[in-house]
């Protein structure tokens, strides 16, 4: 990737730190009973949300609700591990000038902070939504200048398709579960292709961004995954002669 490579999609998950936040008293200092009732609280409000959730998804396939009523230790669990994302993607993806400021990180996983940290959260997110935005024109920019036709560029945006299966041989054909895509097309072959770079399995990886460019060949073709995990992205590049696509 030239320009949508894996650090601007990083620094697109840093546009929106403020949001959700809410300034609370209690994240001046660490307090542990602060931390409790406020974790007790949002605990109960993600129960119910997601107890509900159960019962229209059971209306919904005509199902048994019997499950609803399991241990609530199953919702409890659930919770714990969203704080624990929560935890991973918003404080450890902070400066570390902000993170000094943080008296405790639970705290902010849970949503809370003091009125100047989210005053500078906000401030980094208009910072980081203006580069992310600087290099997003600038790509348009160059593409354009590519000439590449243009259904051509529309057919290949997988984007948010999954890769089902992959065949690497003359050609390199990936085969897309495409139902949470964008497109009609769910398999893309390019022929006489080489493999200029490959960082992971594409295979249960997420397709994210492409970029185009003309060359002698015909294509040279970067793609950004999101790997399996729904976290590390992953870079794949490759030159061809030709691309087509498909419904099977």
């Given at each position: 990737?030239?320009?949508?490579?894996?650090?601007?999609?990083?620094?697109?998950?840093?546009?929106?730190?403020?949001?959700?936040?809410?300034?609370?008293?209690?994240?001046?200092?660490?307090?542990?009973?602060?931390?409790q009732?406020?974790?007790?609280?949002?605990?109960?409000?993600?129960?119910?949300?997601?107890?509900e959730?159960?019962?229209?998804?059971?209306?919904?396939?005509?199902?048994?609700?019997?499950?609803?009523?399991?241990?609530?230790?199953?919702?409890?669990?659930?919770?714990?591990?969203?704080?624990?994302?929560?935890?991973?993607?918003?404080y450890?993806?902070?400066?570390?000038?902000?993170?000094?400021?943080?008296?405790?990180?639970?705290?902010?996983?849970?949503?809370?902070?003091?009125?100047?940290?989210?005053?500078?959260l906000?401030?980094?997110?208009?910072?980081?939504?203006?580069?992310?935005?600087?290099?997003?024109?600038?790509?348009?920019?160059?593409?354009?200048?590519?000439?590449?036709?243009?259904?051509?560029?529309?057919?290949?945006?997988?984007?948010?398709?999954?890769?089902?299966?992959?065949?690497?041989?003359?050609?390199?054909?990936?085969?897309?579960?495409?139902?949470?895509?964008?497109?009609?097309?769910?398999?893309?072959?390019?022929?006489?292709?080489?493999?200029?770079k490959?960082?992971?399995?594409?295979?249960?990886?997420?397709?994210?961004?492409?970029?185009?460019?003309?060359?002698?060949?015909?294509?040279?073709?970067?793609?950004?995954?999101?790997?399996?995990?729904?976290?590390?992205?992953?870079?794949?590049?490759?030159?061809?002669?030709?691309?087509?696509?498909?419904?099977?």
């Amino acid at each position: 990737m030239k320009y949508l490579t894996s650090e601007w999609y990083e620094l697109c998950q840093k546009t929106s730190l403020h949001f959700g936040m809410r300034v609370h008293k209690g994240a001046i200092h660490k307090a542990e009973a602060v931390y409790q009732r406020l974790r007790k609280r949002k605990e109960k409000v993600f129960i119910e949300d997601q107890r509900e959730w159960d019962l229209l998804r059971s209306l919904r396939e005509q199902a048994p609700d019997g499950h609803i009523h399991e241990s609530i230790d199953k919702y409890k669990k659930a919770f714990s591990e969203f704080q624990e994302i929560m935890y991973t993607k918003k404080y450890e993806q902070l400066p570390a000038t902000i993170q000094s400021q943080i008296a405790d990180p639970r705290m902010f996983a849970l949503g809370y902070c003091t009125k100047e940290v989210k005053r500078q959260l906000k401030r980094l997110s208009l910072e980081n939504d203006r580069r992310t935005r600087a290099i997003l024109e600038e790509f348009f920019r160059v593409q354009k200048e590519e000439n590449i036709p243009e259904d051509m560029i529309t057919n290949i945006g997988f984007h948010d398709c999954e890769v089902a299966s992959c065949q690497f041989a003359q050609d390199i054909a990936i085969q897309m579960e495409a139902s949470s895509g964008y497109t009609d097309y769910n398999r893309v072959i390019f022929h006489e292709a080489k493999v200029i770079k490959q960082e992971e399995s594409l295979v249960g990886s997420t397709w994210l961004y492409n970029e185009l460019y003309r060359n002698q060949e015909g294509y040279e073709v970067h793609v950004l995954f999101l790997g399996p995990n729904g976290y590390k992205t992953h870079e794949f590049t490759l030159s061809c002669k030709d691309i087509t696509f498909h419904i099977v």
